[in-house]
């Protein structure tokens, strides 16, 4: 195959779908308007961006922008972008996860008996369709067990980033990470413990899966 040439099953309305749905994820986000809400809001200023969801599908947005890139360029990306895209996965699957289970009626879903574009987009479609593609279209190396906890680097850091600035703001994005919500630091241990566990799971599934799904005929 010419260097030039895409593989059959890589086309450029892929490219325009990957393009799409980074405009959607954008739209939703609406980092334009921060710091024109209501200051008592949860998604005032700098608020939005320290939510795991908005930095999550941020990571997600920069994934199918450089892969639509390197499908109209015709050229294939580096092993990194593996690992990118597999974390892109793995942060949103928990997004999506942890939104179903966790946070119905709280400020992130006040009402969620009323449709929300923006919780629609971010919480349960973009989860969705980043698995979908990482599926239809795996990479062409796998992600090995041991290197999958690589992907665990952005929520540690996260993690150290929330509570460091919770000591300084004393909001937290989220109520399970709230001392005062969930029964002081104990409830919150057992809330970052079980996560932390999930994560650790679904590492090893992804590994796994990218594993069963290799495929060379792509630019991944």
Known sequence: MKETELPQDIKWLNAVVLMIMAWFTIAAIEPWSAWQTDPQSHGYGWNRFSYFTIQSNLIATATYLIAAVAILRKKNLGQWFRYLRAAAVLYMVVTGIVFAVLLRNTAVDVD?????????????????????????????????????????????????????????????????????VVGGVAGVSCYVLAITIFFLFLCQLLAWISCARENNNTLY
């Open 112 to 180: 969620p008996t009323h449709f929300n574009w923006s919780n629609f987009i971010l919480h349960e479609f973009g989860p969705f369709f980043i698995t979908i593609w990482w599926l239809l279209w795996p990479s062409k190396k796998p992600i090995t067990a041991i290197n999958s906890f690589y992907l665990l680097i952005f929520p540690l850091l996260w993690v150290i980033y929330t509570f460091t600035r919770a000591s300084i703001t004393g909001w937290y994005p989220y109520p399970f990470l709230d001392p005062d």
